[in-house]
């Protein structure tokens, strides 16, 4: 999953942005409210952690424009602990949840997944589809017969995106911009590569070429 964390508190970022890759996230950073509109209007992200207290644009007015252009990206609100008045102007302002600093990460990280599942139809509480189980904390899936298989960093990412969205035919490009941050060549050939890799994990036939499209996850093995 692809997130914008806007954020101009740079100790907090270099904090933060290695736990989310860890947690399965491809980051890009905004930390200022000009460049975080226009990333989140031009970018495909999964899900949007806007602090409100940002330099040449407040993060309410960012979240606004957005809303007001019809960009319904998930969006976590950083909010002072005690500032409750900032939680309801984001709420009104078309935030999808709040979260008060100081915090934990683990917090964090699993609010943004259930907003993740849940702007798709997924339960939040979990992620399973045609018999797999996603294990997200230990980036693990768990296939039927209760084989667990350990996935690398890229193949958890891809799983998760095509769990996510089943029965959809998903280009290669659209795989690439979610699956990688900004700084990933989009001309590599590597998305190709680890669905290779993925189909061996948990079976080829889960996941079909549809030639000239992209890739479609059936979920089921036949």
Sequence with gaps: MRLLLVEDDTELVDRLKPELKREGFAV????NGIDAE?????????VIVLDLGLPQRPGLEVLENWRA???SVPVLVLTARDAWHERVDGFKAGADDY?????HVEELVARLVALVRRSVGQPAHEMV???????ESHQQVILPEGKVVD????????LRYFMLHPG???SKSRLTEHVY?????????????????LRERIGKSRIETRRGQGYLFKGEAE
Excluded: C, H, W
């Excluded at 890009?28 to 930390?31: E, L, P, R, S, T």
């Excluded at 589809?129 to 294990?135: P, T």
């Excluded at 941050?181 to 669905?195: A, C, G, M, W």
């Design 181 to 197: 941050d900004q700084d990933f060549d989009r001309d590599s050939n590597l998305i190709e590569v680890y669905i290779r890799r």
């Design 168 to 170: 959809q035919i998903l």
């Design 99 to 103: 979260l008060g600093k100081p915090f």
């Design 38 to 46: 226009f990333m989140g209007d031009e970018e495909p992200y999964d």
């Design 129 to 135: 589809q045609g018999g797999l189980r996603l294990d």
């Design 28 to 31: 890009d950073i905004a930390n």
């Design 151 to 158: 996935l690398t960093g890229t193949e958890f990412r891809l």
């Design 69 to 71: 252009k019809k960009n």
